[in-house]
């Protein structure tokens, strides 16, 4: 009941952001973050971070073990980090965290620890 739950109102998430996200104003914008599905299987958080950190060659140190986000080390939160680096790095726009339906925008900063999400 939980996980649908969440699902579900990750779903709503979306819909509001997609619905809402445009004339925001910057420091509103600021304030989305994209992470990964819960239900995503194990095979496209893989390949969502190879497409982020090696295909796009964007700056995945915090994910690698010197860096601030790599604990806990669970692919669901290295996937979180790097899906999160590329949607900031393209504008914040909706279908720059779609990763084939397997991220979502949040307005729940996942920021942790030492773990800044920008």
């Known amino acids: ?13 979306i819909s509001l952001s997609s619905v809402c996200y445009q004339g925001l104003a910057t420091d509103e914008v600021n304030k989305y973050y994209c992470v990964a599905k819960p239900s995503s299987s194990d095979d496209a958080l893989k390949a969502n971070i190879k497409y982020v ?15 601030s986000c790599y604990k806990p080390i669970t692919l ?10 590329y ?13 084939q339906k397997s ?10 620890d030492n ?4």
Do not use: W
């Not at 949607?87 to 990763?99: E, I, K, P, S, V």
């Not at 773990?115 to 920008?118: A, P, Q, R």
């Open 103 to 112: 991220g979502l925008i949040t307005i729940t900063e996942p920021t942790y």
């Open 76 to 85: 669901i939160n290295h996937a979180s980090v790097a899906m999160n680096i």
């Open 1 to 13: 009941m939980a996980k649908f739950v969440l699902v579900s109102f990750s779903l709503l998430l």
């Open 87 to 99: 949607y900031q790095a393209f504008n914040r726009n909706t279908h720059n965290c779609d990763f």
């Open 115 to 118: 773990c800044k999400y920008y």
């Open 53 to 67: 950190c090696e295909d796009q060659n964007l700056n995945c140190t915090a994910i690698k073990e010197v860096g």
